[in-house]
C-alpha cells in the first residue's frame, strides 16, 4: 500500500530527480524502488524453493518499467504473504555463501528482514523527498485498514 503510494507520489516528480544521485542509499529515488521490488521478491522466491534471478535496473529505468516489474512480480509475492501463518514461522532456511559458509535462518526472520529492508529504503525515500522540497508519503499505517 505504501509503496503504490510512493509510485503516485513518483508521478509529480522530474524523471531527472527521480534519477538523480542521491548520497547513501542504492543511488537514486528510483533505483531505490527498483531495488526494493527486487529484493522482496528474491527472498520470497527462495524461501519456496523457487529460481532466483537478479534484474538489472539498466531495463527499468523508468517509473513506469519499475511498476510495471512489481506487478509482474506481485503474483509470486502476494499469495505467499498473505497464506503466512505461525507454522512457517520456524521453517529452515540455508543459505550458501560465495564464500563457503552456511547461513540458516528462520523463515520468519527472513520475511521480518524483507519487512525491515523496505521500511529502512523507505525511510531514505522520505529523506531525500524532503530534500527536493516535497512531502513525503506517510509511514503511517494506522487507520489504513491491514490486518
Known amino acids: 500500500m505504501v509503496r503504490e503510494q510512493w509510485y503516485e507520489w513518483c508521478e509529480n516528480i522530474s524523471e531527472e530527480e527521480l534519477l538523480g544521485a542521491r548520497t547513501g542509499g542504492v543511488g537514486s529515488i528510483l533505483k531505490t524502488l527498483f531495488h526494493i521490488v527486487d529484493v522482496e521478491w528474491s527472498w520470497i522466491q527462495v524461501l519456496q524453493g523457487k529460481p532466483d534471478f537478479q534484474e538489472d535496473f539498466e531495463h527499468y529505468k523508468s517509473l513506469q518499467q519499475v511498476k510495471e516489474l512489481d506487478a509482474k512480480f506481485r503474483p509470486d509475492v502476494k499469495p505467499f504473504v498473505l497464506s503466512w501463518h505461525a507454522?512457517?514461522?520456524?521453517?529452515?532456511?540455508?543459505?550458501?555463501?560465495?564464500?563457503?559458509?552456511?547461513?540458516?535462518?528462520?523463515?520468519?526472520e527472513v520475511m521480518r528482514h524483507v519487512i525491515a529492508h523496505e521500511i529502512h529504503?523507505?525511510?531514505?525515500?522520505?529523506?531525500?523527498?524532503?530534500k527536493?522540497?516535497?512531502?513525503?508519503?506517510?509511514?503511517?499505517?494506522?487507520?489504513?485498514?491491514?490486518?
Open 132 to 147: 527536493i522540497g516535497k512531502e513525503p508519503v506517510s509511514a503511517n499505517l494506522i487507520g489504513k485498514g491491514l490486518r
Open 87 to 108: 507454522g512457517l514461522e520456524r521453517n529452515m532456511f540455508e543459505d550458501h555463501l560465495a564464500d563457503g559458509r552456511i547461513v540458516t535462518d528462520t523463515w520468519g
Open 121 to 130: 529504503h523507505v525511510g531514505q525515500l522520505s529523506v531525500w523527498a524532503r
